[in-house]
């Protein structure tokens, strides 16, 4: 059975830090594109990050950053532990949404973040940045 679940959501001044968690199950995590998604209410959703997989290319471990969070946000995967984080800092509260985790098996070398793309999806965490 796959699973996605997204941990680490939460409330945070403006300035603060966040660290995201995305712990997948049921596939073969190592071959896996995994994304960070965000969706704001009354927005679309948007792309915010990605680690493509690990196949023994180089490309493996490339990483992507949407323009409005390039410089603040890292991501990182343990594949270990079928894991990936998303190190979240100088959080601003236009970074406040749901955050999502989701894996594509599709995309080879560099990732993306077409939402199309990913097959699996979490339920999604609350990241809320306020005063």
């Known amino acids: 059975q796959v699973q996605v679940v997204e941990s680490g959501g939460g409330s945070v001044q403006p300035g603060g830090s966040l660290t995201l968690s995305c712990a997948a199950s049921?596939?073969?995590?190592?071959?896996?594109?995994i994304g960070w998604f965000r969706q704001a209410p009354g927005k679309e959703r948007e792309g915010v990050s990605c680690?493509?997989?690990?196949?023994?290319?180089?490309?493996?471990?490339?990483?992507y950053y949407a323009d409005s969070v390039k410089g603040r946000f890292a991501i990182s995967r343990d594949n270990a532990k079928h894991t990936v984080h998303l190190q979240m800092n100088s959080l601003k509260p236009e970074d406040t949404a749901v955050y999502y985790c989701?894996?594509?098996?599709?995309?080879?070398?560099?990732?993306?973040?077409?939402?199309?793309?990913?097959?699996?999806w979490g339920q999604g965490t609350q990241v809320t940045v306020s005063s």
């Open positions: 989701a894996a594509d098996p599709w995309t080879l070398g560099e990732c993306t973040v077409r939402g199309q793309d990913y097959d699996y």
């Open positions: 049921g596939f073969l995590f190592d071959y896996y594109t």
């Open positions: 680690i493509s997989s690990s196949t023994g290319s180089s490309s493996d471990g490339s990483t």
